[in-house]
């Protein structure tokens, strides 16, 4: 592949939006990192996007003529934790405690010390009354830079390619505005950058205008507090009516509609109730989102038609849960039909199409548009 055609196929995965944003709305950014990986004629590309949601995730990016499925390959969420359990990481929680000096945290598993006084919080130029968790992600990377960071061989398990010799890394480029429609060939990094992988000499890359320090890509309103209004459940009885029918379900004898006071954190209000009772997730949605969605095997595929399919996931491991709770919130606003299984799995019928909830057993289902979730029962309450 020549200069021209390798910024051409970056451009068309900035365009189909799986190219690195780093004014991702989502996950506001708090650093990242490029790294190039080549030996003669084999090369990889990997880009680690540090940002915040409700917690610490690490959108990684990869490209490469040894890489299968190429662009956004894993949201790395285990990446900052308050203890050593992974799913107590909440980091505005830190800023609750008594003591402000130095703290322990855990970064990918492993212990560091940073120190959250008002001194280190306005070294990174954050009033300590706003301390927003990007804010808190920031003060950790500037005072322990390499902890945020994958080794080369994390990397390469999560492509499923074969580990080869890194040959060029920064954390200071020129990243294009995507979302002004500027690309990745207007930038000097990624021409230079191309050119180096074309002739395998890394002396030509031009960092450009660097652009990518955090602030650059974050309005004020990220950097205020986001200890946002608490998300309130609502449960309330209501018929059954068409509900099997339209959500592919039997065996309901109580039914109750589920809404929130606000769409944030809904998933995570759900988990918090229900996931340690969950026994099996079925998917029923474009395919082809599902397995790009997924980096785990399908246990089992029942096909309604050629364009969707109903997945389900049986035997999940504890870690999992949650971000299984979080892709069927963000399936059903896809338009897909997802119900998780409480106590008891559910029943396959394959004539019917439907699943059946057990005995004894229920089954929390998104509403498709995602603004709504229902608890279906079959005979015995929660």
């Known amino acids: 592949m020549d200069k021209k055609k390798l910024l051409e196929k970056w451009d068309a995965y900035a365009k189909d939006d799986d190219f690195p944003m780093l004014d991702n709305a989502n ?3 708090a650093c990242c990192k490029v790294s190039l990986y080549q030996e003669e004629t084999e090369w990889a590309l990997f880009f680690e996007i540090v940002g915040y949601s409700s917690y610490a995730v690490s959108n990684i990016y990869a490209y490469g003529n040894g890489i299968d499925e190429e662009g956004l390959i894993m949201g790395y969420d285990e990446l900052l934790s308050l203890s050593g359990d992974v799913s107590d990481d909440h980091l505005l929680d830190l800023m609750s405690r008594e003591e402000k000096g130095t703290v322990t945290v855990y970064a990918k598993g492993e212990p560091i010390k940073v120190d959250i006084s008002k001194k280190a919080v306005e070294a990174i130029d954050v009033a300590t009354e706003n301390m927003a968790g990007v804010s808190l992600v920031r003060l ?12 080369s061989k994390e990397l390469f398990e999560i492509s499923e390619t074969k580990q080869i010799p890194l040959v060029y890394s920064t954390l200071e480029w020129e990243h294009p505005d995507i979302a002004a429609n500027s690309m990745p060939s207007d930038s000097v990094f990624f021409q230079t950058l191309a050119e180096a992988i074309v002739t395998n000499n890394t002396a030509c890359i031009d960092n450009g ?6 602030k650059n890509w974050l309005d004020e309103e990220t950097l205020e507090s986001n200890d946002l209004v608490e998300t309130k459940m609502f449960k309330k009885k209501i018929e059954i009516g068409d509900f099997e029918k339209i959500y592919a379900l039997r065996g309901v004898s109580e039914l109750y509609k ?11 209000l759900l988990f918090s109730m229900y996931g340690e ?18 980096s785990r095997d399908i246990e089992s595929e029942h096909q309604y038609n050629q364009d969707n399919s109903v997945y389900t996931f049986n035997s999940v491991k504890k870690k999992e849960l949650r971000d299984l709770y979080e892709f069927a919130e963000m399936g059903s606003e896809d338009g897909g039909v997802n119900r998780i299984f409480l106590y008891k799995e559910g029943l396959y019928n394959s004539e019917e199409k439907a699943y059946t909830i057990s005995n004894g057993a229920s089954c929390l289902v998104w509403g498709v548009g995602g603004n709504e979730a229902f608890l279906a029962i079959n005979c015995d309450r929660l």
């Not at 990377?141 to 945020?148: G, R």
């Not at 205008?209 to 955090?214: A, E, I, P, Q, S």
């Not at 589920?258 to 995570?268: A, C, G, L, N, P």
């Not at 009772?277 to 079925?282: D, E, G, W, Y």
């Open 27 to 29: 996950h506001p950014l």
């Open 140 to 151: 950790v990377f500037n005072q322990n830079p390499d902890s945020l960071w994958l080794s």
């Open 209 to 214: 205008n660097v652009n990518t320090f955090w």
């Open 258 to 268: 589920i809404t929130f006071s606000s769409e944030y954190d809904r998933y995570q």
């Open 277 to 294: 009772n969950s026994q099996s997730f079925v998917f029923q949605n474009n395919p082809d989102y599902l397995e790009e969605s997924f």
